[in-house]
Nanobody
């Protein structure tokens, strides 16, 4: 099927930067959209940023001006550049993709396993 693998999480001080990566692989015919969500302890999972193929990027208000989402379409890769990190950005960050597979020829939603981002004060 399809696998999404995140990398790049870690521990950083407030004001610092991290760059997350997401690699999509498997039976991919096309990717209609990719995005990042996060879930902090005791909170619901929330959208951080999304980027439909050929469409407009979308950011949560809390990260606008600090985070930048990008994609390398030919490599099925997605990135999240996170600058000016704050302690409230601490969460597990998940990669999400709406993928049309070569087997089903229909769009399905996939998630990565998540990568921990911890921002210390």
């Amino acid at each position: 099927q399809v696998q999404l693998v995140e990398s790049g999480g870690g521990l950083v001080q407030a004001g610092g930067s991290l760059r997350l990566s997401c690699a999509a692989s498997g039976s991919i015919l096309g990717i209609n959209a990719m995005g990042w969500c996060r879930q902090a302890p005791g909170k619901q999972r929330e959208l951080v940023a999304s980027m439909p193929s050929g469409g407009k990027t979308n950011y949560a208000d809390s990260v606008k001006g600090r985070f930048t989402i990008s994609r390398e379409y030919a490599k099925n890769m997605m990135y999240l550049q996170m600058n000016s990190l704050k302690p409230e950005d601490t969460a597990v960050y998940y990669c999400n993709a709406r993928v049309v597979t070569t087997t089903s020829r229909r769009e399905s939603n996939y998630w990565g396993q998540g990568t921990q981002v911890t921002v210390s004060a």
